[in-house]
């Protein structure tokens, strides 16, 4: 069985889409996509190249316009991600049941976390956090939307307010000086003695 070469007509069509595609990706981003527009504007560039070969002949001396190849790191909107990002971690931050839940979270047992998915909930606003420091503009605008979270955050605190609570741990360096810490308050020392 021969496979039958596509007609000109449908490389072009394809052309015509991909250039489309290149585009937009260029002015507005690809926010489905795990990784950076300029990553995704280099594949179709190549892919634009092929077609170019297939549709231009060996005779053929008409150029097809091919976008520029970009830089990988490059990322549309990146200073409209960046602020949006800002303002919702900022949002997180100051909502008082995001800090009544990391208040919470030392003195939940493992179960507890698993069952109210709180420390998962924590985890995305600090993740947010990083990806804000590092400049991470995929994760920025994957989950920096203000309010994205806002909702799950309300919820998992609800959560929250009804759990038996076992005692805050106290830290190796507080144990070491409350051992320390062996006088009474209030009680007079042999140094206190001393005369200066």
């Known amino acids: 069985m ?3 070469a ?3 007509e449908t490389w072009e069509q ?14 507005y ?10 990553i995704l504007l280099n594949r179709i ?3 634009l190249l092929g077609i170019e070969k297939k549709i231009n002949g060996p005779d053929d001396d008409r150029r097809l316009k091919i976008p520029p190849k970009v830089q990988e790191s490059f990322m549309a909107c990146a200073e409209k991600i960046r ?21 919470v979270l030392p003195k939940m047992t493992p179960k507890q976390k698993r069952d109210t998915h709180a420390l998962e909930v924590s985890g995305k606003v600090m993740g947010l956090e990083d990806a804000l420091a590092e400049d991470n503009l995929v994760v920025l605008r994957e989950y920096g939307s203000p309010g994205m979270l806002t909702e799950l955050i309300v919820e ?6 009804n759990l ?7 830290s190796e360096k507080k144990q070491e000086d409350m051992q320390e810490d062996w006088q009474v308050e209030g009680q007079m020392s042999i140094y206190d003695l001393a005369v200066t």
């Open 2 to 4: 021969m496979v039958q």
């Open 6 to 8: 596509k007609p000109p």
């Open 14 to 27: 394809e052309f015509a889409r991909l250039s489309y595609e290149w585009e937009k990706i260029y002015a």
């Open 29 to 38: 981003g690809d926010a489905a996509s795990m990784c950076t527009d300029g």
């Open 45 to 47: 560039r190549i892919e």
């Open 83 to 103: 602020a949006q990002a800002q303002s919702a971690v900022q949002e997180y931050l100051a909502m008082e049941e995001y800090r009544y839940m990391q208040a």
């Open 156 to 161: 998992t605190a609800k959560k929250l307010q």
């Open 164 to 170: 038996p609570l076992k005692p805050a741990a106290v």
